[in-house]
């Protein structure tokens, strides 16, 4: 309609057209006598007639601006509500009956229903007694339902302007669909807060945690709690009716969320249950909430240990912590991808780079790029030139090997056993070794060779590397003779050493027979104290690998003990790169955390004890890192690598450099933190899942969804797919398929008990591992006795969006201000009543003559 | 008889009186005027004619009288309202069903055009003095109780088809319930009256389509699609898939009785956009379901050029996007013509403010990009404004900023703030731009799992498209505040906005948008529901008892027809002489 008058049957109009051409047609055929002034009256007053007759059956209807207003006064009297507050309801109306009434009002009081009520003084009754056949439901505040309800008190024609009264706290209905349709009828809400009831409550609010973990896994609830007044509370969950975490806590009046650790270890679909327990709560029924939560199988970590003595320390850890740890015979990793893939993360501890194929790298490197998790440990056996330097490995880490700042001046003494007992492939390969152990240094780097039987000689005295072709040279004449005395070289390899300004000395000693007592300990006790280090290479059977090892104690250097001389070179690579690359520290290393991680939260970290070691790494520019040295170097970094994370720890997991972490209270969590952090996130995107759907009625529907992805990721069809409900009684629903792999079906059940629900299907579907195939459908929880602060926010925004205002004064509300209302009248039956009135003087005129004819007077 | 408007006495005083005005004006004498005639033969023929004509004469003013009578009584009687006995007034609640089901053709329109005649119908027939409440079953429509006709009938006409449920509604006390429908009712109380509107419709209907990406490949998409024959007879089926008025699918299917095609089809080969299935069936009755949309996401590669003297996070995140196309440029060879979906400006602002979207990281200020002075803090970020779409799942618990400069820009939408200091704001849809006040070098940002999450979520909202919404008809939400409701061809749809949502009414399928803050979402109106058909509803071939009232003229518009012919007739006549 575009203006104040409309047609139901615009039809008609056309004949109006047609009025005048025919009355003036038949008026020029007349055989009457009458003056032509009075014929004209006459066809005038003809016409008019047959109008009007016209405009009554094409049914005009006048909209009609009206001031008048209707106002519905909608009272909040559910149970969260105060008396007072209902009572001063009750005043505010009155003082706007007062002030100015409206011209029609309504009172609605309603809760999870609505009543109309006679007078604003049953509202003043109900707000001291809200039981009885007067009452509404108070066990809810459905403010969808009220204002839908609402739509149907006015007065039809006026204005139409609701007040409500409420605290704003819905618990059930679709408010914002009353919305919607309240401002398509473009009704203005005004909304006046209400206060809760104060009785000194304390209740839980809300449960936060995961959807789904895993059997065993620790997992977080969030516990909400709303206090009126500080008291002592303790917070317990339960599974299956046993505690499994449990927290005392002070509140104040407020909100507080504790945050409580859980496990479960059954698997499938399981319920959380929070209980509060505070000694004179008065409303003990709001100190309970439930979450469910789907239980899925114990994650799976593959943990690769180099030495696999000490993996009990970390797999014991981690099987506390809920997690199935396997730990391969022979220290072997798959080289297939999907022998990997069954794993949720792979830990690689202390294992040489040598040890893993390039197969087994490239298969690694594929698994985290597809979401596995990788946490790669230190230890001697991952820095340097046989660590995974330019490996498909160190792509994948947060860190790279090289190491930014090589330690500077290096200072390193060699000392060969040339004893008759070295002759062959012993002796040379020992001066292969150190040819090799050349080439590592950097050319500023100073180095000697030592042989010694029972005296010591310099082969090569302490020169710059860059000297090393000569060196060698000097190396390949070295020829065995004479028994084994090894004091002299130590003491000569000290005094050459003494007279060195380098950041690093060291003494490499090479032997395979045994020697004389001498005071090896005060020698290199001494030299230790001066910062001149000693390791050790024991090669053969008769080497004294106790006096050998004891000499590395002794120097804080290692000891190595080989039968076969073939592995000597490398052990002299290796612990030339030690030295000489600063790749390993091997002190006391406090362990420093840069900044304040969500990971660590609640971990006793301000204890945690030094490493004695670790592995000189340099983090990635995107890396983050998580824990450093004093000197920021990484000890943890992470980072995400294709899908997957990774995590490297630069020291060892075990009791060589981590023996005080092992003592560590944290030590256990910290690893199944970073674990849980890293490892494979689980498939979420199928399964079966619940919704609940709110009608416009009022009524709440369950919708069912099962999605069937399968293990690979594909869309699995299914053969008669349907949902097993079972509550107090069971039924079975079709599922209908709405989508590729998705089925569905909505059913409407009690909101009053639990049920659990089960996917079923005719044949085999490989699904995801964890993926939940039955749920639980829990009863509503009685919201309406949470006592919460009034939702103003909710108030003013629904006021705003309609056009109404926020608490507003009582004197204006029956102001009709600019605003109009159409009211439709319908003009036929006065149309029809002034074409009666018009034809009776339509046909007087005709009847009598009103002028003389002049032409005949005048004759 | 009765009336409407009038009580019987009433109407007899005014006949009455109507009657004697006719009567007694009738009766008035013509006053003729004098003329000397000074002829005798002329008076003799005169006098001659006055005796013929005198039988005539009388039949004449007779007739005369009467049809003025008529006249007079049938506008009398008209203006009064009469109806048929038995049409009384009284408290009537009109439910007009309004579900899917009545969408179906029959003769004279779709079942709810016969149900809202029909509620006309019993409206103009009841009493002036009849009072009414309107509601419809999904709850749009619902009015006060004591409506007059005219109201009733005005709320009659704005029921629009909803997606109401069997579950009848709640009516007013003291009304008698009438239910205009095509299907049995849930809930209907004692004594409603029942007025069907099933008549038995031949229907193939479309009962499930949807387009979904393959999680494992996430660029296949595949399409369902179940069709039912819900007939007592065999059909042939055309199927047609394609964008709306592109056909690239197309094949005939027949389908037995009750019998069902079901199938997953490929989509990769179909353009991006709108999909839509199309079914046609001889003789089919139902057309709502004979339609329904997907939606294929663009799988062309967005063009994002990253303006950078080097930052191989932001450029290894950016392109691990399947879905672009990376190009880095040094700012020295940046040129405002570049070619490029997306620019990314890190740590350079041009002089001008770009015509492409952009992100800006760490930018400094210029005079398009107001900025603060870049503060060394280390700014507590917290992230506000989390209803946007650039912030969803972008959890900064862990975000440290060593230094960072505040946006200022004027109409931004803040994001992220240090102490209500803006550090992460966007722009408008007509000014599309995204800025983060610090640099990646100056935070940690980089490295923070939310980090490639937000660098999605941009890509997302500056290609300026969401997931589809698929709703059935009636009222529809689209949770997005403020959101502009257009259809596929671009016109304005009337919506409003509450509560953090928009709304707005579909009355069958179709294609809508949904526009906020940049972002548009595809709105896919499907009657597609294997529950809604109106061929043939479970345990009633009708909805029960009760006739449909007989669709005819109120008494009074027969009477003002009549009324106007005679009139016509009247003047006529009387010019001519024929009456007097």
Same mark, same amino acid.
Do not use: C
């Given at each position: 309609?575009?203006?104040p008058?409309s047609?139901?049957a615009?039809?008609?109009?056309?004949?109006?057209?047609?009025?005048?051409?025919f009355?003036v047609?038949?008026?020029?055929?007349?055989?009457?006598?009458f003056p032509?002034?009075? /014929?004209v009256?006459q066809g005038?007053l003809?016409?008019a007639?047959l109008?009007?007759v016209i405009?009554?059956?094409?049914q005009p209807?006048?909209?009609?601006?009206d001031?008048?207003?209707?106002?519905?006064?909608?009272?909040?009297v559910s149970?969260s509500v105060s008396?007072?507050?209902v009572?001063?309801?009750?005043?505010w109306?009155?003082d706007?009956?007062?002030e100015?009434?409206p011209d029609?009002a309504?009172? =609605?009081?309603?809760g999870a229903?609505?009543?109309?009520?006679?007078d604003?003084e049953?509202l003043g009754a109900?707000? /001291?007694?809200r039981?009885?056949d007067?009452a509404?439901?108070?066990s809810?505040?459905?403010?969808?339902r009220a204002?839908?309800d609402?739509?149907?008190?006015?007065?039809?024609g006026h204005?139409?302007?609701?007040?409500?009264?409420?605290?704003?706290r819905?618990?059930a209905?679709d408010?914002?669909r009353?919305t919607?349709?309240l401002?398509a009828?473009?009704?203005e809400?005004?909304t006046?807060?209400? +206060?809760?009831?104060e009785?000194?409550?304390v209740? #839980?609010?809300g449960?936060?945690?995961p959807?789904?973990?895993?059997?065993g896994?620790p997992?977080t609830i969030?516990?909400?709690?709303?206090?009126?007044?500080a008291? %002592?509370v303790?917070?317990?969950l339960?599974?299956?009716?046993?505690?499994?975490?449990?927290q005392?806590?002070r509140?104040?009046?407020?909100a507080r969320v504790l945050?409580l650790e859980?496990?479960?270890h059954?698997?499938?679909?399981?319920?959380?249950?929070? #209980?509060?327990?505070?000694?004179?709560?008065?409303?003990p029924q709001?100190?309970?909430r439930r979450?469910?939560?789907s239980?899925?199988?114990?994650?799976?970590?593959?943990?690769?240990?180099?030495?696999p003595a000490?993996?009990h320390h970390?797999?014991?850890?981690?099987?506390?912590?809920?997690?199935?740890?396997?730990v391969p015979?022979g220290?072997?990793l798959?080289?297939?991808? +999907?022998?990997?893939?069954?794993?949720d993360?792979?830990?690689?501890?202390?294992v040489?780079?040598?040890?893993?194929p390039?197969?087994?790298m490239?298969?690694?490197e594929?698994?985290v790029e597809?979401?596995?998790?990788?946490?790669?440990?230190?230890?001697?056996?991952?820095?340097?030139?046989n660590?995974y330097?330019d490996?498909?490995i160190?792509?994948?880490?947060?860190v790279s090997f090289d190491v930014?700042?090589?330690p500077?001046e290096v200072a390193?003494v060699i000392?060969l056993?040339?004893s008759?007992?070295?002759?062959g492939?012993t002796?040379?390969?020992?001066k292969?070794? %150190?040819?090799a152990?050349?080439?590592?240094l950097e050319?500023?780097?100073?180095v000697?060779?030592?042989a010694?039987n029972?005296?010591?000689?310099w082969? %090569?005295?302490?020169?710059?590397?860059a000297n090393?072709?000569?060196i060698?040279?000097?190396?390949?004449t070295?020829d065995?003779?004479g028994?084994t005395?090894?004091?002299p070289?130590?003491?000569e390899?000290?005094?050459?050493?003494?007279g060195?300004?380098a950041?690093v000395?060291h003494? #490499?000693?090479l032997?395979?027979?045994?020697?004389y007592?001498?005071?090896?300990e005060?020698l290199i006790?001494?030299?230790a104290?001066?910062e #001149?280090t000693v390791?050790?290479?024991?090669v053969g059977?008769?080497?004294?690998?106790?006096?050998?090892?004891?000499?590395?104690?002794?120097?804080k250097?290692?000891?190595y003990a080989?039968?076969?001389?073939?592995?000597?070179p490398q052990?002299?690579v290796t612990?030339?790169?030690?030295?000489?690359?600063?790749?390993?520290?091997?002190?006391p290393t406090?362990?420093?955390?840069?900044?304040?991680?969500a990971l660590?939260?609640?971990?006793?970290m301000p204890?945690?004890?030094?490493?004695?070691?670790y592995?000189?790494?340099?983090?990635?520019p995107?890396?983050?890192?998580l824990?450093a040295?004093?000197?920021d170097?990484?000890?943890l970094a /992470?980072?995400?690598y294709?899908?997957?994370?990774?995590?490297?720890?630069a020291?060892?997991?075990?009791?060589?450099?981590?023996?005080?972490?092992?003592r560590?209270?944290g030590?256990?969590?910290?690893?199944t933190?970073v674990?849980?952090?890293?490892m494979?996130r689980?498939?979420?995107?199928?399964?079966?899942?619940?919704e609940r759907?709110a009608r416009?009625?009022?009524?709440?529907?369950?919708?069912?969804?099962?999605d069937?992805?399968d293990?690979a990721g594909?869309?699995?069809?299914?053969?008669?797919p349907r949902?097993?409900?079972v509550?107090q009684?069971?039924q079975?629903?079709?599922?209908?398929?709405?989508?590729?792999g998705r089925?569905?079906?909505t059913?409407t059940?009690a909101?009053?008990?639990?049920?659990?629900a089960?996917?079923r299907?005719?044949?085999?579907?490989?699904?995801?591992?964890g993926?939940p195939?039955?749920?639980?459908?829990?009863?509503?929880d009685?919201?309406? =006795?949470r006592l919460?602060p009034p939702?103003?926010?909710l108030l003013?925004?629904?006021?705003? +969006?309609t056009?109404g205002q926020f608490?507003?004064?009582?004197?204006?509300?029956a102001d009709?201000g600019?605003a109009?209302?159409?009211?439709p009248?319908p003009?036929w039956?006065w149309l029809?009543?002034?074409a009666?009135?018009?034809?009776l003087?339509?046909?007087l005129?005709?009847?009598?003559?009103?002028?003389?004819?002049?032409?005949? /007077?005048?004759s | 008889?009765?009336?409407?408007?009038?009580s019987a006495?009433?109407?007899?005083?005014?006949?009455?009186?109507?009657g004697a005005?006719?009567v007694?004006?009738?009766f $008035?004498?013509?006053r003729h005027?004098?003329v000397v005639v000074?002829?005798l033969?002329l008076w003799?023929r005169?006098?001659d004619?006055?005796r013929?004509?005198s039988?005539?004469?009388?039949?004449?003013?007779?007739?005369?009288?009467?049809?003025?009578?008529?006249?007079a009584?049938? $506008?009398?009687v008209?203006?009064?309202?009469p109806r048929?006995?038995g049409?009384?007034?009284g408290?009537?609640a009109?439910?007009?069903?309004?579900g899917?089901?009545?969408h179906?053709l029959t003769?004279g329109?779709t079942?709810?055009?016969?149900?809202?005649?029909a509620?006309r119908?019993?409206?103009?027939q009841?009493?002036g003095?009849?009072?009414?409440?309107?509601?419809?079953?999904?709850?749009?429509?619902?009015t006060?109780?004591? $409506?007059?006709?005219?109201?009733?009938?005005?709320?009659?006409d704005?029921?629009?088809?909803g997606?109401?449920d069997r579950?009848?509604?709640?009516?007013?006390?003291?009304?008698a319930?009438?239910?205009?429908?095509?299907a049995?009712?849930e809930?209907?109380?004692?004594?409603?009256?029942?007025?069907s509107l099933?008549e038995?419709?031949?229907?193939?209907?479309i009962?499930?389509?949807?387009v979904r990406?393959?999680?494992?490949r996430p660029?296949?998409?595949?399409?369902y699609l179940s *069709?039912?024959n819900?007939?007592?007879?065999?059909r042939e089926?055309a199927i047609t898939?394609?964008?709306?008025?592109?056909?690239?699918v197309?094949?005939t299917?027949p389908?037995?009785?009750?019998?069902?095609?079901?199938?997953?089809?490929?989509?990769?080969?179909?353009?991006p956009?709108v999909v839509?299935?199309?079914i046609?069936?001889?003789?089919d009755r139902?057309?709502?379901?004979?339609?329904?949309?997907?939606?294929?996401?663009?799988?062309r590669?967005w063009?994002?050029?990253? *303006?950078?003297t080097g930052?191989?996070?932001?450029?290894a995140? *950016?392109?691990?996007?399947?879905?672009v196309?990376l190009?880095?440029?040094?700012?020295?060879?940046?040129?405002?013509?570049?070619d490029a979906?997306?620019?990314v400006f890190?740590r350079?602002?041009?002089?001008?403010?770009p015509?492409t979207?952009?992100?800006l990281?760490?930018?400094a200020?210029?005079?398009?990009?107001?900025?603060?002075?870049?503060?060394?803090? $280390?700014p507590?970020v917290v992230?506000?404004g989390t209803?946007?779409?650039?912030m969803?799942?972008?959890?900064l618990?862990?975000l440290?900023?060593?230094?960072t400069a505040?946006?200022?820009?004027?109409?931004a939408?803040p994001?992220a703030?240090?102490?209500?200091?803006t550090?992460i704001?966007a722009?408008?849809?007509?000014?599309?731009?995204?800025a983060i006040g610090?640099?990646?070098?100056?935070?940690?940002f980089?490295?923070?799992p939310?980090?490639?999450i937000?660098i999605?979520n941009?890509?997302?909202?500056?290609?300026?498209?969401?997931?589809p919404?698929i709703a059935t008809?009636?009222?529809?939400e689209?949770?997005?505040a403020?959101?502009? *409701?257009t259809?596929?061809?671009?016109?304005?749809?009337?919506s409003?906005?509450a509560l953090g949502a928009?709304?707005?009414?579909?009355d069958?399928?179709?294609?809508?948008?949904?526009t906020?803050r940049?972002?548009r979402?595809?709105?896919l109106?499907?009657l597609?529901?294997?529950g809604?058909?109106?061929a043939?509803p479970?345990?009633?071939?009708?909805?029960?008892?009760?006739?449909?009232?007989?669709?005819?003229?109120?008494?009074?518009?027969?009477?003002?027809?009549a009324?106007?012919l005679?009139l016509?007739?009247?003047?006529f006549?009387?010019q001519?002489?024929?009456?007097?």
């Amino acid at each position: 309609m575009a203006g104040p008058l409309s047609f139901d049957a615009a039809a008609w109009l056309w004949l109006l057209l047609g009025v005048v051409p025919f009355v003036v047609w038949a008026a020029r055929r007349t055989l009457t006598n009458f003056p032509p002034r009075q /014929r004209v009256l006459q066809g005038g007053l003809r016409g008019a007639v047959l109008a009007l007759v016209i405009l009554a059956l094409a049914q005009p209807v006048w909209h009609r601006n009206d001031r008048r207003v209707s106002v519905v006064y909608l009272v909040d009297v559910s149970a969260s509500v105060s008396a007072a507050s209902v009572e001063r309801a009750a005043a505010w109306i009155a003082d706007a009956s007062r002030e100015r009434a409206p011209d029609h009002a309504a009172v =609605l009081a309603f809760g999870a229903t609505t009543v109309v009520l006679p007078d604003v003084e049953a509202l003043g009754a109900l707000a /001291r007694v809200r039981t009885g056949d007067a009452a509404p439901d108070v066990s809810d505040t459905n403010l969808g339902r009220a204002l839908d309800d609402a739509r149907a008190a006015f007065a039809p024609g006026h204005l139409r302007r609701v007040v409500l009264f409420s605290d704003g706290r819905g618990t059930a209905g679709d408010l914002a669909r009353a919305t919607a349709l309240l401002q398509a009828d473009g009704i203005e809400v005004h909304t006046v807060p209400l +206060d809760v009831r104060e009785v000194g409550d304390v209740w #839980i609010d809300g449960l936060t945690g995961p959807a789904r973990v895993s059997a065993g896994e620790p997992f977080t609830i969030d516990v909400a709690l709303h206090s009126q007044v500080a008291r %002592s509370v303790v917070v317990e969950l339960r599974h299956r009716g046993e505690v499994v975490a449990l927290q005392p806590a002070r509140v104040e009046p407020g909100a507080r969320v504790l945050s409580l650790e859980a496990r479960v270890h059954q698997e499938g679909p399981s319920v959380i249950e929070a #209980i509060l327990r505070a000694d004179g709560d008065p409303v003990p029924q709001n100190n309970t909430r439930r979450h469910v939560l789907s239980v899925g199988a114990r994650r799976q970590v593959l943990y690769v240990e180099g030495r696999p003595a000490s993996a009990h320390h970390l797999r014991t850890a981690l099987e506390v912590g809920g997690f199935d740890v396997t730990v391969p015979q022979g220290g072997r990793l798959p080289a297939d991808v +999907d022998a990997l893939s069954a794993f949720d993360a792979v830990i690689v501890s202390d294992v040489e780079a040598q040890a893993l194929p390039a197969a087994t790298m490239a298969a690694l490197e594929a698994y985290v790029e597809g979401g596995g998790g990788l946490v790669l440990a230190g230890g001697e056996a991952v820095y340097g030139q046989n660590g995974y330097s330019d490996t498909p490995i160190e792509r994948v880490l947060p860190v790279s090997f090289d190491v930014k700042e090589p330690p500077g001046e290096v200072a390193l003494v060699i000392a060969l056993d040339r004893s008759w007992s070295m002759v062959g492939p012993t002796l040379e390969l020992a001066k292969e070794a %150190s040819k090799a152990s050349l080439d590592v240094l950097e050319d500023n780097h100073l180095v000697g060779v030592l042989a010694f039987n029972f005296g010591a000689e310099w082969v %090569s005295p302490l020169q710059p590397a860059a000297n090393r072709e000569r060196i060698k040279a000097q190396i390949s004449t070295i020829d065995p003779a004479g028994h084994t005395v090894i004091y002299p070289a130590l003491e000569e390899a000290y005094r050459a050493l003494q007279g060195v300004e380098a950041a690093v000395r060291h003494v #490499i000693l090479l032997s395979d027979g045994r020697t004389y007592e001498d005071p090896y300990e005060e020698l290199i006790t001494r030299m230790a104290r001066d910062e #001149i280090t000693v390791s050790t290479v024991a090669v053969g059977g008769d080497a004294d690998r106790e006096l050998m090892t004891n000499m590395s104690v002794w120097g804080k250097g290692r000891a190595y003990a080989f039968i076969d001389a073939r592995e000597v070179p490398q052990i002299f690579v290796t612990e030339t790169e030690r030295v000489a690359r600063g790749a390993l520290d091997e002190q006391p290393t406090p362990v420093r955390m840069p900044q304040q991680i969500a990971l660590f939260r609640d971990l006793p970290m301000p204890s945690v004890p030094a490493l004695l070691g670790y592995t000189r790494t340099t983090l990635r520019p995107s890396a983050e890192l998580l824990l450093a040295t004093p000197s920021d170097d990484p000890l943890l970094a /992470r980072w995400q690598y294709g899908l997957g994370r990774a995590v490297f720890f630069a020291s060892d997991v075990k009791d060589r450099w981590g023996a005080e972490w092992l003592r560590w209270p944290g030590y256990r969590a910290f690893w199944t933190r970073v674990l849980r952090d890293v490892m494979r996130r689980p498939d979420t995107s199928g399964g079966l899942r619940v919704e609940r759907v709110a009608r416009h009625d009022g009524g709440l529907d369950t919708r069912f969804v099962l999605d069937a992805v399968d293990r690979a990721g594909r869309l699995a069809p299914l053969t008669r797919p349907r949902v097993e409900i079972v509550g107090q009684e069971t039924q079975t629903v079709a599922l209908a398929q709405t989508a590729p792999g998705r089925y569905e079906a909505t059913v409407t059940l009690a909101s009053d008990q639990d049920y659990i629900a089960g996917a079923r299907f005719d044949g085999r579907v490989q699904f995801a591992p964890g993926t939940p195939l039955a749920q639980f459908v829990l009863a509503r929880d009685l919201d309406e =006795l949470r006592l919460g602060p009034p939702d103003r926010a909710l108030l003013e925004s629904l006021a705003r +969006d309609t056009g109404g205002q926020f608490d507003p004064a009582p004197a204006g509300i029956a102001d009709p201000g600019e605003a109009r209302a159409l009211a439709p009248r319908p003009l036929w039956p006065w149309l029809l009543w002034a074409a009666l009135l018009l034809y009776l003087v339509d046909l007087l005129f005709r009847r009598i003559r009103v002028w003389e004819d002049t032409a005949l /007077r005048a004759s | 008889m009765t009336f409407g408007l009038l009580s019987a006495g009433q109407m007899a005083l005014v006949a009455a009186l109507a009657g004697a005005a006719v009567v007694a004006i009738f009766f $008035l004498k013509v006053r003729h005027p004098l003329v000397v005639v000074p002829s005798l033969v002329l008076w003799q023929r005169v006098l001659d004619e006055h005796r013929r004509d005198s039988l005539i004469e009388r039949l004449r003013r007779l007739l005369s009288l009467l049809l003025a009578l008529a006249i007079a009584w049938l $506008l009398a009687v008209a203006a009064a309202e009469p109806r048929p006995d038995g049409a009384s007034g009284g408290r009537l609640a009109l439910i007009v069903d309004n579900g899917p089901t009545m969408h179906a053709l029959t003769g004279g329109g779709t079942r709810l055009d016969r149900a809202k005649a029909a509620a006309r119908t019993l409206i103009t027939q009841a009493g002036g003095d009849a009072r009414f409440q309107v509601v419809d079953t999904s709850g749009a429509v619902r009015t006060p109780p004591d $409506l007059d006709r005219q109201q009733a009938v005005d709320a009659v006409d704005r029921i629009r088809p909803g997606a109401g449920d069997r579950r009848t509604p709640a009516t007013a006390e003291g009304y008698a319930p009438v239910i205009f429908t095509d299907a049995p009712q849930e809930g209907l109380p004692e004594g409603a009256r029942v007025v069907s509107l099933f008549e038995r419709v031949s229907n193939v209907g479309i009962t499930a389509f949807e387009v979904r990406a393959t999680p494992a490949r996430p660029s296949e998409h595949t399409a369902y699609l179940s *069709i039912v024959n819900f007939d007592a007879e065999a059909r042939e089926v055309a199927i047609t898939i394609g964008a709306p008025g592109r056909t690239r699918v197309q094949r005939t299917v027949p389908l037995a009785a009750g019998a069902a095609f079901r199938q997953v089809l490929p989509m990769n080969e179909l353009d991006p956009g709108v999909v839509e299935a199309r079914i046609s069936t001889a003789g089919d009755r139902f057309p709502a379901d004979d339609v329904a949309f997907g939606w294929l996401p663009d799988p062309r590669p967005w063009r994002v050029a990253l *303006i950078t003297t080097g930052q191989p996070a932001l450029a290894a995140v *950016i392109g691990s996007d399947p879905g672009v196309v990376l190009e880095i440029v040094a700012p020295d060879d940046y040129r405002p013509a570049i070619d490029a979906d997306l620019l990314v400006f890190d740590r350079f602002v041009p002089e001008t403010a770009p015509e492409t979207p952009a992100l800006l990281i760490g930018p400094a200020p210029s005079a398009w990009l107001p900025l603060a002075e870049a503060t060394r803090t $280390l700014p507590t970020v917290v992230a506000s404004g989390t209803e946007h779409p650039l912030m969803a799942a972008v959890a900064l618990d862990d975000l440290h900023v060593t230094r960072t400069a505040v946006i200022a820009a004027e109409g931004a939408v803040p994001l992220a703030a240090d102490a209500g200091h803006t550090v992460i704001a966007a722009g408008s849809a007509a000014a599309p731009w995204v800025a983060i006040g610090f640099a990646l070098d100056d935070s940690n940002f980089a490295t923070q799992p939310a980090f490639p999450i937000f660098i999605a979520n941009t890509l997302a909202w500056f290609r300026g498209e969401a997931d589809p919404i698929i709703a059935t008809p009636g009222l529809i939400e689209v949770p997005r505040a403020g959101a502009m *409701i257009t259809t596929l061809d671009g016109q304005r749809v009337p919506s409003t906005s509450a509560l953090g949502a928009s709304r707005f009414t579909a009355d069958g399928p179709g294609v809508f948008f949904a526009t906020a803050r940049g972002v548009r979402v595809p709105v896919l109106v499907n009657l597609a529901q294997a529950g809604w058909t109106p061929a043939a509803p479970d345990g009633a071939a009708d909805a029960g008892a009760g006739e449909l009232p007989a669709t005819s003229r109120p008494w009074w518009t027969l009477m003002a027809m009549a009324v106007l012919l005679l009139l016509a007739v009247e003047w006529f006549t009387w010019q001519r002489r024929i009456t007097v």
